[in-house]
């Protein structure tokens, strides 16, 4: 503690009469679901499985690295720390010692728990190390830390289900300090994907006159207003290809006069979910197909593991020929893949069409099935009905089910890809990320588990 | 509305076929026949590539490659028609008869809604497709709707079926292991499990924590009853230790005081003093009766010593006489040696001056006292007067041989030619160009290849000589003209060719029906009235004969039954008889119309004549005979490359000529330079001459120039000597000149040295310098003569110095002095001898003097020593009271004892603990005894043993459990559970999703089914049972459904019987699967969809009778759709040309 105290004094020096502080920098994180498995990538030959399987430990660890090497003057974390259904006490005690590393390094942590913290009920026993503050939930607190000039307003969630508008009950600003407000919310207006947990309005969070507003939810990095800052880091590591694109984490610098100067994303993520869209228009066979989508390997970085779902589009004289040997390409992509280390084909979209327009007659056996088709289509309740008498609905585990109450084989529209980041600020810094990828790594240790006899 | 027909199908070039067409146009069954391999398949497969487009990876390809291409003229129903082509192209792939490119939309009308999948797999129908419907039928026992499905569809839905359920059954079954799904639900078990079991719940790591805290309070404990007890037992263990040393120190006491009673105890000094002081004692009366002794040997030895001194006193002259005489001697030698060189040396000097002035002695010195610097200065002077002689004779050499050399030089550049001017020869020769004779070489060879080429395309022609020229002049028909001619021909040859078959055709038809009548007419005449009348009157004899008499039973019989035989007769004689009249009618028909073909073919003659004269006509500028039609296209063809190697010829024709123009330029040029216009004035045509000529002409410009250049060389060469002597030659001249001048000033310096040295002006060089050296060496001999003397002079006075003092000291030792030299040495050594031997008589007397004095002073101090040591033991004697030496050793002895006794108390006492402590031992060691301690001992130790044990274990367990807690350290080995329940539900869902998406294929698949059941069930059955009746020739009357919930079909048989498919013969089923085909496609006759349908020798297992009612069946269908039969087999021809209406059977024969 010694030498974190001589720290901030130097950092602080004399301008005039007045102690002028120097900057301050936060880290703001949300939604870690620690040991919240990566779904829907199924195992094959030459797959980097072992890569893969700890990743939001990974990304937490680089989190943590980020934070001494900066060094930030403090961590947030805006909920959400574990999945909610999660039973296994030994991530808290995980958590516990990441945590215990911050404190090590004299870096105090802010945090509220989120829908899923307060739904999971193995952590509540957990203890943390002493630098660890977690805000109440009964009420709004508010915590000052004058030693480096901020104040966190925060609240977190008594129950899974909370409804309530947190932030407009959150204290007044403090005078003299960097304002922080600490929330765990689905904001309101858009994100319908995300259920609405402690709902608010910008002009609630805008209402309140603090300078920043820490917030988690939404698993997508999101800038959602300047005057003041309104920040969804998103979460730290995407966990299904539908968390595509770069994760990471959010870096305030702010000066000495407590404006903020810059607010700069950082890479924390050790494994990464990208879309490849192919379009063979016009590729006579699978051949060229296959080469096609190997170039298109070649272009993705290789610096960190990626899952990639490729889709195929187009009108080509292969069409038949792809659906026909869909398994094969498959296991050949599959091959082409195993040739990047750190490549992991999570999934073979087909979204072909024929170039034989002759094919597209009025009668005939084709035309027969595709009104059937069309007409069973055209009552999914039927169909489903008809599917899910089927004895193989019964055993195929939850998990394996696609969301939102819709089987697999009749899911016709794609589901939205979540919002891309809207827009990033001006001080928004692209050489940033360098930092993330330097943190990436991707062994984890052999973790062993005593059990008590 | 369509009911399309391919009127025409041209087989442009496609597959093996070039140009063939079909024509389809005909009503009723058309019939492709051809044995395997002639090209059947191909035909069948042209027709959907024709349709729908020519597919890109085409097996017909092979031989046409991109120019694959088909024709047909299409016709609708409501009489629309159009021309088409199909290409083998991605773009343009279907244009009209005149090349203009048609969109896929300009069939729409002819194909109706049928795609091409629908038309191949309909519309088109071969043995196996039929062999498996009929397998179909028994193996589904006859279920309608997968029967209407597979008549529908060509079969494919129900192996579709099939091959979804198998791979659904390969993903996933109800009761299966084995399976994808099952598969990895039992892994997913299996994860799960270890999830659970990895699983760390905050209960277990509480207890963990507690029980790590029991442990640490248990341990704490036993250790704390150790330690007491390990104390307890040392207490014990020291004592018992100590009981030893305690005993000891008692019995040490004890003898302490025993030691005190026995008499008085020297002190410590005394006792340490005491057996020093009676040890010196004996030591130095020891020492004083020694050297009393001694002294006494000493006295006697000096009374025996001898003395004389009287040569002492001159020892220092006597030693310096010894010292000197061997150098005196020495002396005297080198005196006589000194004298007698001397005189040598003088007598030498003399000799030597007087070699150089022969009249001088040695006193003149002046003449050979020279300064030693001058031999050094001639010796110079000579070597430079040596070299600048050289150098003169030098110099004067070269100016002779440079003033040759010039005189050389001038008369070659004289002897040389004068040069003249060259330039214009040199320009004109390099104006000529270096290819210049290789390209008109090539040219020429070019020419000639051409002129070969040129000819021979003439001659494959036959046409005469002729010059390109002309060729080219040559007006020919144009292509155009030359195709409509030969298409008139080959039309002409068509209706010819199909005139000459119908009237073949039709009189080999009247000869058939001929015979045939003929047979009629001489078949059995029919029965007569009489034998009718006979007849009948038997039967009645016999009905009133036998009229209820049983025995006439047989012969009525018999009558009956020749009645009815008569009757027979004579039905069979009617039908012939109207089949004679039949054939009469057609024989008649066929007369009639025989002339008719005949007259046909006459005008066809006289066509064929008129377009033979004007095909004569188009070729009226052919310069050779005309050509047949068929070979027009290759001659043209011929003609054209003829054309272009006539101009091809003409244009190297015009270089050829302009490269010799050029030719003869260049050397027209050169000879006039050459100044050879008078020798061959005149320009020759040949090229093979000019192109030597030319040659010739280079090669002599070129040696003409390479004269010039020689001779400019060698003047220049030869000026360049001359210069060079010239300048060579003044310069030796200079050098000549200042050599000279050098050895006059030499000259003169020599003179001035032989002045110096006294030597005569004319002595040469070298004598001048051996002169000077015999003088140098007459002065250094009188130099080392006046030396030798000097030595004679001082020996001597050293010699007479010696003797003196030799002479003196003899006489005062009284000794005889020596009369010469030679007794000086034996002299001065006997009297050293002498002095030598009083010296050390001497000596010996000194040294026992001094050994006595030193002995009498050693007696004295020993009695001192004694009387000192009586008197200190008197002092100890008094001070213990005791009176003896005996007494006194005895007190000393008794004080040793003392000592060593409290030595051995003071070490016991350091065992044991002081004071207090000492005390409380003591005590407590009077109350024990050792045996008593050490069975108190061993129950300590026991109960220690027990404690230690009992501690280990609890170190132990907590190290155990803490180990267990800090295990529990994070570990992820849970999260890696679940991330491969995270894969395999990964997979689940792929699989489950394929397995949904097949069932959902499964479901729209049978509905299809059931769809096509529903709505096509009544009309396809009522069509299928009139065309199964058809087919199986009445012996089946029709077709039923079962009325189960699935209705599946019945034959019904003429016997009225219902029979299941799998109940009937494998013929019979093919028919019954084909009658359901063909009912189908009425569904499209209906919907205005009739397009052409094609069946592939499908009669495999019917037999004659079965084809010809097939056969009957499609020419039934043909007004609705066109049909057409692929065969390799003649009875199928056979059989249609029997079975089908005159004009409602078209065979096509394709070529082999």
């Not at chain 1, 999934?347 to 024929?354: A, I, V, Y």
Request: hydrophobic share 35%; glycine share 6%; with cysteine.
């Amino acid at each position: 503690m010694f030498w974190s105290l001589q720290f901030k004094i130097d950092r602080a020096s004399v301008v005039g009469f007045t102690i002028k502080r120097e900057s301050m920098k936060i880290l703001h994180a949300a939604d870690l679901h620690i040991d919240s498995p990566l779904r829907g990538l199924s195992r094959y030959e030459g797959a980097p499985e072992e890569d893969l399987r700890l990743a939001t430990r990974r990304a937490l660890e680089n989190l943590v690295r980020l934070a001494i090497e900066l060094p930030v003057d403090a961590v947030l974390l805006a909920g959400d720390v574990y999945d909610g259904d999660w039973k296994d006490y030994q991530t808290g005690l995980y958590f516990s010692r990441q945590m215990g590393i911050l404190g090590r390094a004299g870096i105090p942590v802010y945090m509220v728990s989120g829908n899923h913290d307060a739904q999971n009920r193995t952590m509540r026993t957990l203890k943390l190390p002493d630098n660890v503050r977690v805000l109440t939930t009964g009420n709004p607190e508010t915590v000052r830390n004058e030693k480096i000039g901020l104040a966190v307003h925060g609240q977190g969630f008594a129950q899974w289900d909370l409804t309530e508008n947190l932030a407009a009950g959150y204290p007044a600003r403090d005078g003299g300090l960097f304002n922080v407000g600490l929330l765990h919310t689905g904001l309101e207006g858009g994100h319908s994907d995300h259920k609405r947990y402690a709902p608010c309005t910008v002009a609630d969070l805008e209402a309140r006159d603090y300078d920043y507003w820490a917030l988690g939810h939404i698993h997508t990095q999101q800038i959602v207003r300047e005057e003041p800052w309104i920040v969804y880091p998103g979460n730290i590591q995407g966990r299904h290809a539908r968390e595509s694109g770069p994760k990471g984490c959010i870096v305030v610098t702010v000066d000495g006069d407590l404006r903020v100067r810059s607010v700069d994303h950082h890479d924390l993520d050790t494994a990464r979910w990208e879309r490849v869209d192919v379009d063979v228009t016009g590729l006579d066979d699978t051949d060229q197909v296959l080469s096609l989508v190997q170039q298109r390997f070649q272009e993705i970085p290789e610096e960190r593991l990626t899952a990639v779902r490729v889709t195929l589009r187009g009108r080509t004289a292969a069409h038949t020929v792809l659906w026909r040997e869909r398994e094969q390409m498959l296991n050949e992509l599959r091959a082409a893949a195993g040739y990047h280390p750190s490549l992991w084909l999570e999934k073979l979209k087909l979204r072909t069409s024929s170039e034989d327009t002759a094919g597209t007659g009025t009668t005939g056996l084709l035309t027969d099935l595709r009104r059937t088709l069309s007409a069973l289509g055209a009552d999914p309740d039927g169909l489903t009905t008809k599917l899910s008498r089927h004895p193989l609905i019964g055993v195929i585990p939850r998990r394996s089910r696609r969301s939102r109450g819709r089987t697999a084989s009749i899911r016709t529209t794609r589901h939205g890809s979540n919002a891309r980041p809207t827009r990033l600020s001006n001080s928004w810094n692209p050489s940033s990320r360098k930092h993330g990828d330097r943190n990436a790594h991707r062994t984890p240790g052999p973790s062993r588990l005593r059990r008590l006899r | 509305m369509t009911g399309m027909r391919i009127e025409r199908l041209d087989l442009l070039a496609y597959g093996a076929f070039d140009d063939h067409s079909l024509d389809l146009k005909g009503p009723g069954v058309h019939l492709v026949h051809g044995p395997n391999e002639a090209g059947k398949s191909t035909t069948l497969s042209a027709l959907d590539q024709l349709l729908y487009g020519i597919d890109h990876n085409t097996r017909y390809a092979f031989r046409h490659g991109n120019r694959t291409r088909l024709g047909a003229r299409l016709s609708a129903a409501d009489g629309v028609a159009l021309e088409i082509i199909r290409q083998k192209r991605r773009k343009d792939a279907l244009v009209d008869a005149d090349g203009t490119p048609l969109t896929e939309e300009a069939l729409v009308p002819f194909l109706g809604g049928v795609d091409r999948k629908t038309f191949t797999t309909e519309f088109a129908l071969n043995s196996e497709e039929l062999r498996s419907g009929g397998e179909l039928l028994a193996a589904g026992e006859g279920d309608m709707a997968q029967l209407l499905a597979a008549a529908r569809s060509g079969m494919r839905l129900n192996a579709v079926l099939k091959k979804i359920e198998e791979r659904q059954r390969a993903l996933y079954l109800r009761q299966g292991r084995n399976p994808r799904i099952n598969a990895g639900l039992g892994r997913l078990k299996a994860v799960r499990q270890d999830l659970r079991d990895a699983t760390l719940r905050p209960e277990q790591y509480q207890d963990a924590e507690q029980a790590v805290a029991e442990a640490e309070q248990r341990l704490e404990a036993v250790t704390v009853e150790l330690k007491g007890r390990q104390r307890l037992r040392d207490n014990k263990r020291e004592l018992r230790e100590k009981l030893p040393a305690l005993a000891r120190y008692h019995a040490l006491e004890q003898q302490i005081e025993e030691i005190r009673a026995q008499g008085p105890i020297a002190t410590d000094d005394i006792r340490e003093e005491l057996p020093n002081l009676i040890k010196l004692h004996g030591e130095h009366e020891a020492v004083r009766s020694r050297d009393t002794q001694a002294l006494k040997r000493v006295d006697e030895q000096l009374t025996e010593a001898r003395k004389d001194d009287s040569l002492l006193q001159y020892a220092a002259v006597i030693e310096q006489l010894t010292r000197d005489v061997t150098a005196i001697l020495d002396v005297a030698r080198q005196h006589e040696d000194s004298s007698a060189e001397a005189t040598r040396t003088r007598a030498r000097a003399e000799a030597r001056l007087r070699t150089v002035h022969t009249h001088a002695t040695l006193t003149d010195e002046n003449l050979y006292r020279v300064p030693p610097t001058l031999l050094k200065r001639g010796q110079e002077l000579r070597d430079q007067g040596r070299k600048r002689h050289d150098d003169l004779d030098h110099a004067r050499d070269a100016v002779k041989r440079w003033r040759d050399k010039r005189e050389q030089a001038d008369k070659k550049l004289s002897a040389l030619p004068v040069l003249e001017d060259v330039s214009q020869l040199r320009n004109a020769h390099s104006a000529v160009p270096a290819d210049l004779l290789t390209k008109l070489v090539d040219t020429e060879t070019k020419e000639k290849k051409l002129d070969r080429r040129f000819r021979q395309a003439r001659n494959r022609l036959d046409f005469p000589e002729m010059e390109p020229a002309e060729v080219l002049n040559l007006r020919l028909p144009e292509r155009e003209e030359v195709s409509e001619a030969e298409n008139a021909f080959r039309s002409l040859d068509q209706r010819e060719h199909e005139r000459a078959a119908e009237l073949d055709r039709d009189q080999r038809q009247m000869a058939a029906h001929r015979r045939e009548l003929a047979r009629l007419v001489s078949d059995d005449a029919p029965p007569t009235h009489g034998e009718l009348h006979a007849l009948r009157a038997q039967r009645d004899e016999l009905l009133t004969k036998f009229l209820g008499d049983p025995s006439g039973d047989v012969p009525l019989q018999e009558a009956v039954k020749r009645a009815d035989n008569t009757v027979d007769l004579m039905l069979r004689h009617a039908e012939q008889v109207n089949q004679r009249a039949n054939l009469e009618r057609e024989i008649a028909d066929l007369e009639a119309v025989i002339p008719d073909h005949q007259a046909a073919i006459e005008i066809l003659l006289a066509e064929r004549e008129t377009a033979r004269r004007s095909w004569e006509e188009l070729w009226e500028a052919w310069p050779t005979a005309t050509p047949e039609s068929a070979q027009a296209s290759r001659v043209l063809v011929d003609f054209d490359k003829l054309k272009s190697d006539a101009h091809e010829l003409q244009d190297i024709r015009i270089d050829l000529d302009e490269q010799r123009e050029r030719l003869d330029a260049h050397t027209a040029r050169l000879r006039q330079l050459l100044r050879l216009n008078d020798d061959d004035p005149q320009i020759t045509a040949s090229t093979a001459h000019a192109s030597a000529r030319l040659a010739e002409m280079m090669e002599m410009v070129g040696g003409r120039l390479r004269e010039h250049e020689a001779v400019a060389t060698d003047r220049t060469a030869a000026q360049h000597d001359l210069a060079t002597a010239e300048s060579e030659l003044a310069e030796a001249e200079s050098i000549v000149a200042r050599v000279q001048e050098a050895v006059t000033v030499h000259d003169e310096r020599w003179q001035r040295f032989l002045g110096d040295a006294g030597l005569p002006a004319d002595r040469d060089l070298d004598t001048a310098l051996a002169d000077l050296e015999s003088l140098l060496g007459v002065a250094a001999d009188v130099e080392s003569a006046a030396e030798a003397e000097n030595i004679v002079n001082r020996s001597g006075q050293r010699m007479s110095e010696f003797s003196q003092l030799m002479e003196n000291t003899l006489r005062t030792c009284d000794r005889s002095v020596p009369a010469s030299i030679s007794g000086w040495q034996q002299a001065v050594d006997t009297l050293a001898q002498d002095l030598q031997d009083q010296r050390e008589d001497a000596q010996q007397r000194a040294g026992l003097l001094k050994n006595k004095s030193e002995l009498a002073a050693a007696v004295a101090e020993a009695d001192a020593e004694l009387t000192g040591l009586r008197s200190r033991l008197e002092g100890f004697y008094a001070r213990l009271g005791v009176s003896s030496l005996a007494e006194l050793e005895a007190t000393a002895a008794r004080a040793t004892e003392l000592r060593e006794k409290y030595t051995a108390l003071a070490n016991v006492r350091q065992t044991l603990p002081e004071g207090q402590e000492l005390a409380l031992i003591r005590q407590q060691a009077e109350q024990t005894s050792v045996q008593e301690l050490g069975a108190k001992l061993d129950d300590l130790d026991e109960e220690i043993c027990e404690l230690e044990a009992s501690k280990a274990d609890w170190l132990e367990r907590r190290t155990e459990r803490r180990q267990m807690l800090e295990g529990l350290d994070g570990g992820g080995d849970a999260a890696s559970a679940a991330a491969d329940v995270a894969q395999i539900c990964a997979e689940l869902a792929e699989d489950a999703e394929e397995y949904l998406r097949l069932e959902t294929a499964r479901i729209a698949i049978l509905a299809c089914m059931e769809e096509y059941r529903t709505s096509d069930q009544e009309p396809v059955l009522a069509r299928a049972s009139e065309v199964f009746g058809e087919l199986s020739r009445g012996r089946y009357v029709g077709l039923e459904l079962s009325d189960d919930e699935r209705p599946s079909i019945r034959a019904k048989s003429s016997t009225g019987a219902l029979l299941a498919p799998q109940d009937l013969s494998e013929g019979t089923s093919d028919q019954l699967y084909l009658a359901l085909r063909l009912a189908t496609l009425e569904r499209h006759a209906v919907a205005g969809d009739g397009l052409p349908i094609a069946v592939d020798d499908i009669f495999m297992t019917f037999d004659e009778q079965r084809t010809e009612a097939a056969l009957r069946v499609l020419d039934g269908m043909a007004d609705r759709f066109q049909v057409i039969v692929f065969t390799h087999h003649e009875y199928v021809i056979r059989s249609a040309a029997k079975e089908l209406p005159e004009g409602r059977c078209h065979v096509h024969q394709l070529p082999d």
